[in-house]
């Protein structure tokens, strides 16, 4: 009861607040309270993800009530909860993993109250009657851009037989399976590749620090080729490891990662990494415009990717277009 009437207190003044930076809030949105589940803090993607959102709000004049779940999901279930208990007007969340949500969305459901998910995915049998829209990546056209850069470089390369060690995310969560999934099915056909092995950092510096110590304890940095990371914070401690050890990154071994943070695309720039697939955090403005939308009654996409690509040391890295967020 306290932490709700805390929530209360904070959304009134963030209401207040709204209209002081940036363009002038809309005052007709004052009355709008959006819930934000955030998942964790695990990186510098989620960090800048987190900024839009509240940004976002902001620009709109809603009210935020944002909880930050540290990577546990049943802190989120307990945050979309309040949400609930607190009558907001659109719950927005980030589930950590895309099973076990049914319970707590179909609560949100019998109250009313529609959900847009950000940035991941829910699996579900009722997954279409549980969210009214999802904006964010599509991570399964990241997993191929990471493949099919791959093919580009052996063939540059003119390499025959290519070892890749997968350092992935999140178990279960969707840009893990769907980043390994779109890149699987883009080196499937290619018999020069070989994925010897996929072990998780769950999107954390430290744990990809961890992995690439254990994968070079296993194949020795002669046994492996390729390292292919779901997230620049993994890649940033792989690339500590690799240097500590003497091996030269993006030359004794290629590196290919995703997101396209400032310091991932300056080591891309500096030749310490060979690809950055884009993942853009940047979701706040898209999600706020949809909730403005659903309030006033109009139809709203189910589905929004941002634009995305890729940087790589095949491609003119002077151009002002490569920039980490
Ligand atoms: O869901 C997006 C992923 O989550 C980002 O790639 C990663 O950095 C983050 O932690």
Redesign the pocket.
Same mark, same amino acid.
């Given at each position: 009861m306290r932490k709700i009437a805390i929530m209360v207190l904070a959304v009134i003044l963030l209401g207040l607040l709204g209209g002081c930076a940036g363009k002038p809030a809309d005052p007709e949105n004052r009355a709008i309270v959006v819930g934000f589940s955030q998942l964790g803090a695990?990186?510098s993607?989620?960090m800048a993800n987190t900024k839009s959102v509240e940004a976002a709000a902001k620009q709109y004049g809603f009210g935020l009530m944002m909880e930050n779940a540290n990577q546990k999901q049943e802190k989120q279930i307990d945050a979309i909860r309040s949400f609930i208990a607190y009558r907001v007007d659109v719950i927005v969340f980030s589930p950590i993993v895309e099973t076990g949500w049914d319970n707590v969305l179909n609560e949100a459901k019998q109250a009313n109250i529609p959900v847009i998910l950000v #940035?991941?995915m829910i699996e579900s049998e009722n997954a279409d009657s549980l969210y009214t829209a999802i904006v964010g990546a599509d991570f399964y056209a990241e997993g191929r851009r990471a493949g099919e850069y791959l093919i580009r470089k052996a063939d540059a390369e003119k390499m025959d037989h290519v070892r890749i060690a997968e350092i992935s995310?999140t178990p279960d969560?969707t840009?893990m399976r769907d980043r390994q999934r779109g890149f699987q099915d883009a080196i499937r056909e290619d018999s020069r590749f070989e994925i010897i092995d996929s072990i998780s950092g769950d999107?954390l510096r430290s744990k990809g620090e961890e992995c690439m110590t254990y994968l070079l304890e296993k194949y020795g940095k002669d046994g492996i080729d390729v390292i292919y990371s779901h997230? #620049?914070?993994m890649t940033l401690g792989v690339l500590d490891i690799l240097e500590k050890n003497g091996i030269r990154p993006a030359k004794d071994i290629i590196l290919i990662t995703?997101?396209g943070e400032k310091e991932a695309v300056e080591a891309l720039k500096a030749g310490r990494i060979n690809c950055v697939v884009q993942?853009s955090p940047d979701l706040g403005d898209e999600v706020m415009k949809l909730v403005q939308d659903l309030k006033a009654g109009k139809e709203i996409p189910r589905v929004t990717h941002p634009d995305e690509g890729a940087f790589s040391d095949l491609d003119d890295l002077t151009d002002p277009r490569v920039e980490g967020f």
């Open positions: 695990e990186s993607w989620r #940035d991941r995310g969560s840009p999107f997230n #620049d914070s995703v997101d993942c």
